[in-house]
């Protein structure tokens, strides 16, 4: 593709963050618990904040630190000290929402880049334009957003960049703003502390007007429905179009999502921007060994629903992260075990910028030379593994469980 695309990555704590960048990512976005809408999630503080930053530019990619939540009061007297402390840690740019936020920022940090929430529901270039004309050089847009309103958009608000979302969990309220959560749990989703009630069991019945209290099962299986469990979006075969449509940023969801869904699922989407002749199709197949809830594409293509799971909260998937590579040398890998590794099992080795290596482990050695029988997360938690040939830390086991 020419003009490549950025492709933006979720960054939940410091160590997701290098992991994003590692495999491939242009940019992270991740936050503090105050201002994010990953309250119980982001486990950065400034400290690891700045570390982050740093590492980051070190290889010349950016950090865009999230203040997207929609405050109240007690926030508002506290975002000075935020802002105060962001600067001297040197974010690239702010993701915000509110626009009281927005007009503070610009106060008080006119230099710093602002980029809008896809919580502000941006859905059309008027909007688009209003945003532009108050500072916001970057629109994360609505994921309600089809490719024809894209086009419009970079029509006739040629100056604004545009990003969407093309891979990951989708609310069940698209653009975020639901309140379920703080009706059945006194946590409010729209201020970074979401309970998820839509991925919940739910028995559902049907009440009888004339017959108080006489329900009546609608299907379900033995931990209920799930009527409110959206699939997640996967656009991986929709870059170019989103492309050529306007789109200069490819961003992922999945702050809490772990390091072997971030390497395998950034890894897939490198290769599709880098070559644009890449078979998408092997690339989902690639998508589908991490866990989902089988996929969408959302809005894009100008469809008027978004498809629901409603059989179980997940899709089955055939693959389980077992481990990660931490060093190699002489012939063996250092590898922290996350589940079971046995001798015999197969194994892919998904390696940062390289081709997914394919392994049938002979042999598990502890720090000894003794060998092992099988290896636990948790338990064993570092085990060595002979193997020919050399792997960069950070490389990722996932097992066939089939």
Not at 26 to 55: H, M, T, W
Not at 319 to 328: A, K, S
């Given at each position: ?9 979720p ?20 936050g ?17 904040l700045?570390?982050g ?12 630190i999230t203040?997207?939540?929609f ?11 935020h ?42 270039w ?17 994921r ?15 100056e ?15 653009s975020?703003?639901?309140i ?39 299907e379900e299986?033995a ?30 969801e ?18 599709a921007i ?6 998408t ?24 629903s ?28 250092k ?19 390289e ?27 570092e085990?060595f ?11 990722l086991l ?5």
């Amino acid at each position: 593709m020419k003009n490549t695309p950025e492709l933006l990555a979720p960054a939940g704590n410091l160590k997701k963050l290098k992991f994003a960048l590692t495999y491939g990512a242009d940019a992270v976005y991740c936050g503090l618990p105050d201002f994010s809408l990953r309250y119980r999630i982001n486990q950065f503080g400034f400290k690891e904040l700045k570390e982050g930053i740093e590492f980051a530019h070190k290889l010349n990619k950016k950090v865009y630190i999230t203040i997207n939540i929609f405050p109240h009061k007690d926030h508002l007297e506290k975002l000075a000290g935020h802002i105060k402390e962001l600067k001297k840690i040197k974010p690239d740019a702010l993701i915000i929402s509110d626009p009281g936020v927005l007009a503070f920022i610009n106060e008080h940090w006119p230099e710093i880049e602002l980029h809008l929430s896809t919580q502000a529901n941006c859905t059309n270039w008027r909007s688009a334009k209003f945003w532009y004309d108050q500072g916001v050089r970057r629109v994360i847009l609505a994921r309600e957003t089809t490719i024809e309103d894209i086009k419009e958009i970079r029509k006739n608000a040629p100056e604004v960049e545009l990003e969407t979302f093309v891979h990951g969990a989708m609310c069940m309220a698209y653009s975020g703003r639901c309140i379920l959560s703080k009706w059945f749990t006194n946590r409010s989703a729209n201020l970074g502390d979401c309970s998820q009630p839509c991925r919940w069991e739910y028995n559902l019945h049907l009440e009888e007007a004339k017959r108080p209290n006489s329900f009546f099962p609608i299907e379900e299986d033995a931990n209920g429905t799930y009527i409110m469990n959206s699939k997640d979006l996967c656009l991986i075969e929709y870059l170019k179009e989103l492309q050529e449509a306007g789109i200069m940023s490819f961003k992922i969801e999945g702050r809490a999502k772990s390091i072997s869904y971030l390497g395998n699922t950034i890894h897939s989407y490198r290769q599709a921007i880098d070559n644009p002749k890449a078979d998408t199709s092997k690339l989902l197949k690639e998508l589908k060994k991490s866990p989902y809830r089988g996929f969408t594409t959302g809005f894009i293509l100008g469809e008027q629903s978004v498809e629901h799971r409603f059989e179980t909260a997940h899709q089955e998937v055939e693959w389980e992260f077992c481990g990660e590579v931490l060093e190699y040398k002489d012939g063996l890998a250092k590898i922290k075990v996350h589940n079971t590794l046995k001798p015999g099992n197969k194994v892919e080795i998904i390696v940062p910028h390289e081709k997914i290596i394919s392994h049938t482990i002979k042999k598990l050695l502890d720090k000894n030379g003794n060998e092992l029988p099988e290896a636990h997360g948790g338990q064993t938690t570092e085990i060595f593994i002979p193997i020919k040939q050399e792997l960069k830390p950070m490389s990722l086991l996932r097992r066939k469980l089939k």
